[in-house]
């Protein structure tokens, strides 16, 4: 597990400034949450961690390497997106396999690596079937092998529950940090609901208007002293 340095960063669009000036480490090994209302600079923060945008100003570090300026694919972060965005035409294996693949992996060694990732977390046998024929918690789990196939230093999580029913949430969210714990991940993941963010989290960071309001322990955040 790496470390995750955020060193002044500022992301601009224009005249609007989705990030001013935000630092933060994120400790190897760690789930740390962004909390904080719709429009406040999450999802551009874990963005800019995953290489996805490029911050304006300012330095990131990922295990102590500055990455300020490497693409994704150079950053060894991977992302698991709120839509999941598998591949519809692609079985679940295929979808998994598929990193390994583009990596240079052989079509044997991808499909290994991949089986691997779904019995780790609970979809063998289900690696023949389209993304269609799963439920919304199997498939969520299917875009979470995808992202762990690739070995990555850092996961990351956008509002991963957003598209599940209620029932479902809670298991969902027990079992990423279940998984988190037992792999020893660093996880950063975005929600706007505190009540998750208290459930999952090491750490949280209160954002509010680009900025960092408030970071603590859920203890240090929301107990009484
Ligand atoms: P959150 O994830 O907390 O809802 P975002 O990071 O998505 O917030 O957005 C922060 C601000 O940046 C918002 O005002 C949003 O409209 C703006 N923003 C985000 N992405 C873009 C973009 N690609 N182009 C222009 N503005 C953007
Ligand atoms: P979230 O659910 O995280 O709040 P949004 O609905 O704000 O996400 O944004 C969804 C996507 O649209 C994000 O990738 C974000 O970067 C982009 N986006 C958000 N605001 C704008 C904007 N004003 N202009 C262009 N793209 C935007």
């Known amino acids: 597990a790496a470390s ?3 060193r002044n960063v500022t992301k601009r669009y224009g005249n609007v400034t989705a990030v001013d000036d ?5 400790e190897p090994g760690q789930l740390v949450t962004l909390l904080g ?3 406040c600079g999450k999802t551009t923060t874990l963005r800019m961690i995953a290489g996805l945008e490029m ?3 300012g330095q990131i570090l990922i295990g102590g390497r500055d990455v300020t300026n ?8 991977s992302m698991v ?22 990596q240079g992996a052989s079509k044997k060694d991808a499909y290994e690596m991949a089986m ?9 046998g289900l690696e023949k079937r389209a993304p269609s024929e799963l439920s919304g918690g199997q498939q969520q789990r299917v875009a979470v092998a995808r992202a762990l196939v690739l070995e990555p230093q850092v996961l990351l999580f956008d509002e991963p529950l957003s598209n599940l029913d209620a029932k479902l949430r ?4 027990e079992d990423i940090r279940e998984l988190q714990q037992s792999l020893n991940l660093t996880v950063a993941y975005v929600t706007h609901d505190q009540e998750e963010a208290l459930a999952v989290s090491d750490h949280i960071i209160v954002m509010s208007n680009a900025r960092i309001a408030q970071t603590g322990t859920p203890r240090e955040l929301y107990e009484e002293p």
């Open 4 to 6: 995750v340095q955020f």
């Open 116 to 124: 691997e990732k779904l019995s780790l977390i609970g979809l063998k």
């Open 22 to 26: 935000v630092s933060f480490t994120i």
């Open 170 to 173: 809670r298991r969902v969210r």
């Open 70 to 77: 490497l693409s994704a694919a150079d950053r060894d972060v």
């Open 55 to 57: 911050a304006s100003e």
């Open 81 to 102: 997106f709120q839509s999941y965005a598998l591949f519809p035409h692609m079985s679940v294996l295929e979808n998994v396999a598929y990193g390994p693949s583009v």
């Open 37 to 39: 209302p719709s429009g």
